[in-house]
């Protein structure tokens, strides 16, 4: 168990809904990061949050936002799904902002399918 | 261009054996820090090994080991007597360095691995 939390664990929705992910980082964690992994385009970095800021950006679409709050737990909301967006959405969590040797801990994702 | 790079699609190993998994990097930045993560078939992300790009020593960690070459930016996963419960994706990952700019904190992956362990 790595200390950080998701949930839900799955998500099947319909194409054009909405969703939300949440996570909960572990205790001690300042930075949370999104990352998406699909079959084409493997694992993909989308946001970090670190202490309520938004502090890097990847391929991340306009379709989705991602917030952090006071208690650093951290929503990502996808909109208008379309079926490519079906994934495993990951977040994780370090201590840090930018240190190379900050280590990151995976939460065990949520799959999100869209019919 | 390719960040990471792992060659590797699958690997057979027997139990009890010893197997190497290997990943080549490419980055400018002289500060960074290369991470193994296994993926059961239960989907989580599993930590395992890290080697930083200052580190003088291989990295270590129980039956883990990271042969890293800085000359020739390869950082292999050594995963010696090799268990059933082994048997799993392996992905290779670099974290940059360099503060600023939008890539704080990304880490990037590899294709994977998947690693068999045969009994």
């Known amino acids: 168990d790595s200390g950080v939390t998701q949930t839900p664990k799955h998500l099947i929705t319909a194409t054009g809904q909405r969703v939300t992910l949440r996570c909960s980082p572990r205790s001690g964690d300042l930075s949370v990061y999104w990352y998406q992994q699909s079959l084409d385009q493997g694992l993909q970095f989308l946001i970090q949050?670190?202490?309520?800021?938004?502090?890097a950006k990847g391929n991340i679409l306009e379709r989705f936002s991602a917030q952090q709050f006071p208690d650093l737990h951290s929503e990502l909301n996808l909109s208008s799904l379309e079926l490519g967006d079906s994934a495993l959405y990951f977040c994780a969590s370090s201590k840090r902002l930018a240190i190379s040797t900050d280590t990151q801990y995976f939460g065990p994702g949520t799959r999100l399918t869209v019919l | 261009a390719q960040k990471i790079t792992q060659t590797q699609p699958g690997m057979f190993v027997q139990e009890k054996e010893a197997v190497t998994l290997d990943c080549t990097y490419d980055?400018?930045?002289?500060?960074?820090?290369l991470f193994w993560y296994k993926q059961p078939s239960s989907g989580e992300m599993i930590f395992l090994i890290y080697?930083?790009?200052?580190?003088?020593q291989n990295a270590t960690e129980g039956r883990y080991s990271l042969n890293f070459q800085k000359a020739r930016k390869s950082a292999n996963l050594v995963i010696s007597a090799s268990q059933l419960g082994d048997s799993a994706m392996y992905f290779c990952?670099?974290?940059?360095?360099?503060?600023?700019?939008?890539?704080?904190?990304?880490?990037?992956f590899g294709q994977g691995t998947i690693l068999t362990v045969h009994p």
């Open positions: 990952a670099m974290r940059e360095g360099s503060a600023g700019g939008t890539s704080y904190g990304k880490l990037t």
């Open positions: 949050y670190y202490n309520g800021e938004e502090r």
């Open positions: 980055t400018s930045d002289p500060s960074y820090g």
């Open positions: 080697q930083g790009s200052y580190d003088q």
